[in-house]
Nanobody, 128 residues
Framework: QLQLVESGGGLVQSGGSLRLSCTAS????????VGWFRQAPGKEREGVSC????????YYTDSVKGRFTISRDNAKNTVYLQMDSLKPEDTAVYYC?????????????????????WGQGTQVTVSS
């Protein structure tokens, strides 16, 4: 079965850290660009960070630059999102996705939602 599974979400105080994992089964994740997206209640889904498949080039939306780091572990077929200095406004359900069907740059891939694979989401809650 081809799927993505996210893990690592939870409740953390403002200023704390979490590391989200996105693990693929049934396919090789390092062949695909991967994106992390989030959706807060009452808000649209937004692209948080994306990473290319070829050279591992990252993209971050402005609100998380300097606080979040995306990385790959090809041996574990996993992409991580390290989130530091968390703020209450980071509270959302976080989703990973692989295989964008459009977007030729890493930034463009984070602006589209048409992906081959989506995970089920993991809740991140940051208390003030």
């Amino acid at each position: 079965q081809l799927q993505l599974v996210e893990s690592g979400g939870g409740l953390v105080q403002s200023g704390g850290s979490l590391r989200l994992s996105c693990t693929a089964s049934g396919f090789t994740l390092n062949y695909y660009p991967v994106g992390w997206f989030r959706q807060a209640p009452g808000k649209e889904r937004e692209g948080v960070s994306c990473i290319s498949s070829s050279d591992g080039r990252p993209y971050y939306t402005d609100s998380v630059k300097g606080r979040f780091t995306i990385s790959r572990d090809n041996a574990k077929n996993t992409v991580y999102l390290q989130m530091d200095s968390l703020k209450p406004e980071d509270t959302a359900v976080y989703y990973c996705a692989a295989g964008p069907r459009s977007g030729t740059t890493v930034q463009a891939m984070c602006a589209v939602y048409d992906y081959d694979y989506w995970g089920q989401g993991t809740q991140v809650t940051v208390s003030s």
